[in-house]
């Protein structure tokens, strides 16, 4: 059994009179340490599998299954505590709170699961040892964004799910950041769902899912990814 | 046609009603409360205006010491401004209502203009006599028809209500019952209020008494008697009804009247005092001819008696005499009586010897007698025997012989015989002899025996007369004695009684040559203590709703401008385009000016028109506790609403443009970004690490939160502060009023009876009531004080002060009764040798401190000073709360008032059930003298009465804390959830529970809801302050502290509301969708 399990999942809205059709079947799977890359244009659907997911949004029909658990069948609260305890979220736009020091960001996520990593220590995997301290508005977008995937280590979760996060950054800064989500993957054996548009990412990932209008349009498979450094777009 | 622009306004408005509701009410409220609070006061003078115009009340009353007659009245008509004049007969009287004694002003009424007056609507009386002035309406019952029957206060508060069919006994008055009344028991016909007995707490004062009247009767003129004179007039002043009172314009026309009346008033004065005197002198020379001519007539009366008497004591002298002669003559009568008997005793013996010497020589003679016979017989028989013998003798010689020897023996013995015969013979005739003497001697005894008996009975007859001659003349006498005693008793009166007449006579007569020139007042409305103490309440409520509603246009303007601030920002974006568009400043300007003029406009309008029914008609209905006045409609004042309307929408406007501006400055190309968030910053609190370290996040991001956006965090804490400053402020006041009973008679008053005798109680009735209080089982202690009702002023302030002057007979037990303190600190004060305790609201009115002197003045019959001033230097401010009193020592008093003071007073401690006081009560009453009997339970119910009318005012002003509170606090949370709906969702997304969430943002707004509600507390002292002080009456201090619990209510209440509001916007978290987290900053 995959890690990750897509099975049928249809996502229905009731527009008013008509009802539009957000995912239509989606299927897959991602293994366990996979970094896996789900591309598609925008409007596919793409928002829609990673508010499944991340336990955001509950599907109509199908299952979702995460290490075992059926995800699809969890009552709100069973949801509240798959996201506290399973999922780290990474956003395009940080959503770091304002008012809080880069580690006390980490912190707010960590001092909410069992089994935390030290902030600091989180903070120091991705390189801010030396600006824990200082208040977001204080840091570069790229270093938010670091604090962000350090928030989101720092909860070990069993996924790493990341919503375009690069998409609010420059060429080099969104390079580092995807070193950052590779270096989970594959020095820290995490499982890495990356969203985006960009196909340019494609060769990093293990696993590639090509979504369109709602469904599953191809998986391609890549036992050795390149590094992120070696990526253009 | 609409322009696209005009059309994007709209929207806003019907796509954000919350923030459009929360502008439009706190607009509301801090509108609605000034105006509504500033037309109560107009409000309650209109209502009482229109009263006292359709109950045609007197704008004047004009009185004077010795009364008016109809002369006066006619001169008065005359003056020039009067309308009409109605001459009134009033007079004060202790009455008895069943077990109960009342302090009654009994008022002479045109009956037969009441009876055609119309009341039935309850406020209106209408009457076609424009000269039936103050004309009561009548609320139940019917206008009295005969003689002896009367309408009274339908509104007095009294232990038992006086009710239709009830009767009232007039005992005693200030006068002589019998001068002023020709009548004194009344049938209570019906109850009516009127407009000149307005305050139903104290229908004014009076010389009787505690100094108050209890309760008021009409009656008709003809049940005063017929020479009691006028008491004075009720004037009414043309055209004045026509003006507002109280106004510039009624001041005018009725001060200008009062000055015309004055201005003739020495004419009133002379002219009455001439009548008076000569009225009086009339009578008194009329008394003064009676006196002389019952003088002589019981002058002769007596002499003539005296006459009589002198008769009386002639003929019982020469009685007296003849009883002695008569006496003289019945001792001789005894003494011959006596010597008779004595002889009579002497011949009895000489008889009884004689009889004894007859009775022996019979005896001896009967002996010899008997002898003689023996002998002759034995002789016989004898010679019988010798016959025979001799016969015998054979012989005859010697029978003759032997006869003849016995012949010649025998003739022997017959001779002896004979011899013997006749010796008996004499001895015979000598005792018949002796006999016939003895039986003379005896006749004539008893004949002596016969006389003296009669005479006896002759002498006792005698004795018996005198007897009789002398009880009469014993009785004669005594009845002379009594008749001489009794003349003399009888003169001796007559000549006192006519001392005593003639005495009084001249007294009568200094009397009449004494009587000064009456004062003559003309008293305005100001000196009707119901029109002027409702005329101070209005301006009370009037100057309370100058500061009051203060609070709520701050925090109107500190809502207006956060929520204004937030609009622009939100809409950052889109004044961007506007400008980009090529629209103008004004113009974007204007659609938030439009957005905040249509929301504050709405909402002033909807709160003036609810708030200025609501507030007056509350208000009013509670001061109609106290005044017995019809609530009228409250018509909205249009200068105040306009005003009203343009401060609150001013404000709005003012805020809104602050708002506006900063944004409207920015250039379009930066407006079209995104507004960098506002940075975090570290705040003060986090330099004290150890505190900072043990917070959690959520509360490092509440502290830094709260000091991140300034004008937030100020609306939140005035708004806060503002709703516990309101709680407090109500609860303060009851706490205020409650502190009234509970420090007054708690800590400072330690005795609940008190008992007055009038200043004339003769020494013999004051012994009584000492000594009833003393038998008492249910009195504990008591102690004298005297003093009176005075009228307290400073030199240099135009300000009088009626209080009583207090002064104990006893300083030391006097502590046992009062104690006198200052209230903060509680140090005691002593009363000296000299100066004066005075009361702390006493010293607050004449604005005196220790040290400082006071003037006191007696107070005259219509509560002015009167005579000269009595300067006495303040040794004190004490903490004392119902009415006003000045404290000195015996000593003291007398250096001041130049005369020592009359302890008429006594203050007892009793406790004891009801009725056990009751049957005290009734007992001190019945002893002459006795005026005042009061149990302060009865005083401290009247207080509570009063709370009534606060606890509508605390009832407003915690509905209105809590609107308050809503407003700010919506708003607030609103702002905070909106602006954060970001931070949220990636909370949520992060795997916040909802309850994590929640607090997360509601642990901001508890904690500005604790430390708004703390300077809240400090605020709400301040605000409590101005308006205990504001809101008190003259007569009374209320408590100046608020309690601990108040304190805790206010705050626990002020929290209560936060966490309604924060329970309310639970739902709107929790509709927060996660996606949001997805989304770009915009």
Sequence with gaps: ?233 | MASAFNKEVRRSITHSVGRFLAIAIISALGCGFFAGLLMTSIDMNISADEFYDETNMSDLYVTGTLGLDDADIDAIRQVEGVESVAPVRMADAYATHGDEKYVMRFESLDLDAARASDTSDGMHAYSDDAAYINRPILVEGDWPANYGECVVAADAVLDEPIRVGDVIEIIDGSGDVEDTFACTKYVVTGLVRSPYYLMTSNFGSSDLGAGEIDTYAFVSADDFSQDYPYTGAFVTAAGAADELYPSDGYDDIVDALIARLEGMSMDFRVARLSAVQAKAQAELDDARVEYESERASAMAQLDDAAVQLDDAKAQLDDAAVTLSNSRAELDDAKRELADGAAQLEESKKLLDEKQVEYDAGMKEYEAGAAQFVAAKAEADARFAAAQAQVDAIPDPVQRAYAQAQLDEQRGQAEARFAAEEQKLAAAKAQLDDGADQLAAGKAAYEEGVRQAAEGQVTYEDGETRLATGQADYEAGLAEYESGLAEYLGERDRALREFADAKTQIDEAQADIDAIELPDFYVLDRGKNVGAAGHEADASRIDQIARVFPLIFFLVAALVSLTTMTRMVDEERMLIGTYKALGYGNARICSKYLIYALLASGVGSVIGIVLLSQFLPQVIMQSYAIIYALPVSSSPIDIPIALFAFGLSVGITLLATLFAVLSSLRERPALLMLPRAPKPGKRILLERIGPLWRHLSFSNKVTARNLFRYKRRFFMAIIGIAGCTALLLTGLGLRDGINDIIEKQFGQIQHFNLEVQGSDGQSPGNAREVEEILANSSIVTETTHVGGENAIISRAGVDKDVRASVIVPQDLEAFEGFYTLRERIGHAPLALGQAGAVITEKLADELGVHAGDAIEIYDQSMVGERDGVAHDVIVSGIAEYYTGQAVFMSPASYEAVMGEPVTFTEIICKAEAPLEDRTALGNELLDVAGVEVVSFYDEVIETYRTMLKTVNAVVWVLIIAAALLAFVVLYNLTNINITERTREIATLKVLGFTPRETNGYIFRETILLTVIGALVGCVLGIGMESFVVVTAEVDEMMFGRDIHLLSFAIAFVLTIAFSFIVSLAMMPKIKAINMVESLKSVD
């Design chain 1, 1 to 233: 059994m995959a890690f990750v399990e897509f099975r049928d999942v249809r996502k229905i809205y009731q527009m008013g009179e008509t009802q539009v059709c957000a995912a239509d079947g989606l299927d897959f799977d991602i293994e366990e340490g996979e970094l896996a890359c789900i591309v598609g244009p925008s409007g596919s659907g793409k928002t829609t599998l990673l508010n499944m997911l991340g336990g955001m949004d509950t599907c109509t029909s199908g299952t979702i299954m995460l290490a075992g658990r059926e995800v699809s069948g969890f009552s709100e609260k069973e949801l509240v505590q798959y996201r506290r305890h399973e999922i780290g979220f990474v956003f395009q736009f940080y959503n770091l709170v304002q008012n809080l020091t880069a580690l006390e960001n980490v912190e707010l996520a960590a001092q909410i699961c069992d089994d935390p990593l030290p902030a600091a220590e989180a903070l120091a995997m991705v390189g801010l040892e030396n600006r824990m301290d200082n208040f977001p508005a204080q840091l570069s977008g790229g270093e938010q964004q670091r604090v962000a995937i350090a928030r989101a280590l720092a909860k070990n979760p069993k996924l790493l799910l990341c919503d375009e996060p690069t998409g609010a950054l420059d060429y080099k800064t969104g390079k580092a950041i995807l070193h950052l989500l590779q270096e989970a993957s594959t020095v820290h054996g995490r499982t890495v769902v990356l969203i985006t548009h960009n196909t340019a990412f494609k060769p990093i990932a293990h696993r590639v899912i090509h979504i369109h209008e709602g469904k599953v349009a191809s998986v391609e498979l890549c036992d050795s990814p390149s590094s992120a450094d070696s990526i253009e777009w």
